[in-house]
């Protein structure tokens, strides 16, 4: 499973930091987290929207583009141990800079000065998704947007929205989505995680999203998932995220497969793996176990994932051929 070679569209960047790498920081800086780790080192949370609280205490050792740029060369080099030869990560301004354009073009030079260098080393693309966060609101939204908007290029390929999903309703993004959509960024946003159908329906109606994050719980309104593969819009699913979350009971409550025989496009991603014990090998090991997927769902996930990847042409080229050849 680790050997497939995978494509990986929904990866948040602080989420993928491992605890002993945000540790390592807090010790470097003095910084007390201690009460956000277990005794055996992981990530200590209760739930959903304590997990927010203490992926938002992580980041507060994530000072500046040097600390982006060590965690960028972490993620890539755990990612490429599991086959992934793609991957399209969130990024938040908030968390780089704080809003600010001229910050966050530093902590992107940073971060696409590793990506580079890890492209020749390792065989993995990234390339970014600027990310707002909803809880914190549609006004510091439209700075990310701007932020966004200020950086699309061949790397800043796209826009999305993470966060507490039951804060606010999507329409109150519009802007923020219609100004990334003005600068040529391609959308994408959470929804039907925790908000249900009807949440997924709004996102799609009100930020014409290509993808949606999770979505899963579109498999509720049976006219929606027609709507979802009628337009070709892709789930970038998360099955071990849902699982340890507790949105679904056990994988074999998860709905991918139902979502897949109603003809919705469905892709593999692992969320936040550090703090959902997961990697893209072990969701690979877990569906194949619990819905015996084999080699040909596994690709039809990747080349899924690479039609709805973000990037341009020639780069779609080159993932296409290490899909296919490596
Ligand atoms: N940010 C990081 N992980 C998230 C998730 N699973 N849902 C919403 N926002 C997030
Ligand atoms: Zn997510």
Same mark, same amino acid.
């Given at each position: ?11 948040? !960047? ?22 956000? !780790? ?33 965690? &960028? ?22 968390? #780089? ?34 990310? #707002? ?7 510091? %939204?439209?700075?990310?947007?701007? #932020?966004?908007?200020?950086? %699309? +290029? ?16 999507? +329409?109150?993004?519009?802007?923020? !989505?219609? #100004? ?39 498999? @509720? ?45 469905? &892709?593999? +991603? ?7 014990? &997961?990697?893209? &090998? ?17 690709? @039809? ?7 709805? %990847? !973000? ?16």
């Amino acid at each position: 499973m680790r050997d497939i070679k995978k494509v990986e569209l929904h990866l948040h !960047f602080e989420g993928a930091a491992p605890p002993a790498f945000i540790r390592g920081l807090a010790q470097e800086k003095n910084v007390d987290l201690s009460k956000i !780790f277990r005794e055996d080192g992981s990530y200590a949370y209760r739930d959903f929207s304590h997990f927010l609280q203490v992926y938002e205490a992580a980041t507060s050792v994530l000072t500046g583009p040097e600390e982006f740029a060590r965690l &960028t060369r972490a993620l890539l080099e755990e990612s490429a141990s599991h086959g992934v030869v793609y991957t399209e990560a969130f990024l938040s301004p908030d968390f #780089c800079g704080g809003g600010d354009v001229a910050a966050w073009r530093e902590y992107l030079a940073a971060i696409q000065e590793v990506a580079d260098t890890a492209e020749r080393d390792m065989g993995i693309s990234l390339r970014g998704i600027v990310t #707002c966060i909803r809880h914190f609101g549609p006004e510091q %939204a439209k700075a990310v947007a701007t #932020c966004a908007a200020e950086t %699309a +290029s061949e790397w800043v390929v796209g826009f999305g929205m993470g966060g507490d999903e039951m804060m606010g309703a999507p +329409s109150d993004f519009a802007w923020s !989505f219609d #100004c990334a959509r003005e600068a040529g960024l391609a959308i994408t946003t959470h929804a039907g995680e925790w908000g249900g159908a009807k949440s997924v329906r709004d996102s799609v109606e009100a930020l014409r999203p290509a993808r949606i994050g999770h979505g899963v719980q579109a498999i @509720d309104d049976p006219e929606l998932c027609d709507l979802l593969a009628e337009r070709d819009i892709v789930l970038e699913v998360c099955p071990g995220s849902n699982v340890f979350l507790g949105v679904y009971p056990k994988l074999e409550a998860h709905p991918i497969q139902r979502l897949r025989d109603r003809g919705v496009k469905v &892709t593999i +991603s692992t969320d936040d793996p550090p703090f959902f014990h &997961t990697t893209m &090998t072990r969701e690979y090991e877990n569906l194949s176990r619990v819905f015996g997927y084999d080699e040909s769902d596994f690709a @039809d996930f990747a080349n899924t994932a690479l039609d709805a %990847a !973000f990037c341009d042409e020639a780069t779609r080229d080159t993932i296409r051929e290490r899909l296919t050849h490596e």
